[in-house]
């Protein structure tokens, strides 16, 4: 099993920027493809970011493409979420996902979940 504990989220302004961090532990990190899902009140879960094992792939939700960046340090178990130009309706709880597939990692069932940090954008 991987444990996953995010942090960095917070109140900032809109257009401000947040960094998120996803610290794994537990099984190996880099034998999982990585992501990002958030939720607001009142709406589903939806997809924002994944990056394959190595980085070198990244898949982005078109509301975040030009915006959010997803990063990951191999060597620090650590995944990143870089997001400039905060808009009120990024405010939502972000988790953190680790999975076992890139290509069909938004609809994909296994995995593991944070628990997620709340970033709240005020306009």
């Known amino acids: 099993q991987v444990q996953l504990v995010e942090s960095g989220g917070g109140l900032v302004q809109a257009g401000d920027s947040l960094r998120l961090s996803c610290a794994a532990s537990g099984r190996t990190f880099s034998s999982y493809a990585m992501g990002w899902f958030r939720q607001a009140p009142g709406k589903e879960r939806e997809f924002v970011t994944a990056i394959s094992r190595s980085g070198s792939s990244t898949d982005y939700a078109d509301s975040v493409k030009g915006r959010f960046t997803i990063s990951r340090d191999n060597a620090k178990n650590t995944v990143y979420l870089q997001m400039n130009s905060l808009k009120p309706e990024d405010t939502a709880v972000y988790y953190c996902?680790?999975?076992?597939?890139?290509?069909?990692?938004?609809?994909?069932?296994?995995?593991?979940w944070g628990q997620g940090t709340q970033v709240t954008v005020s306009s």
């Open positions: 996902k680790a999975g076992p597939n890139f290509v069909f990692f938004r609809g994909a069932k296994a995995g593991y």
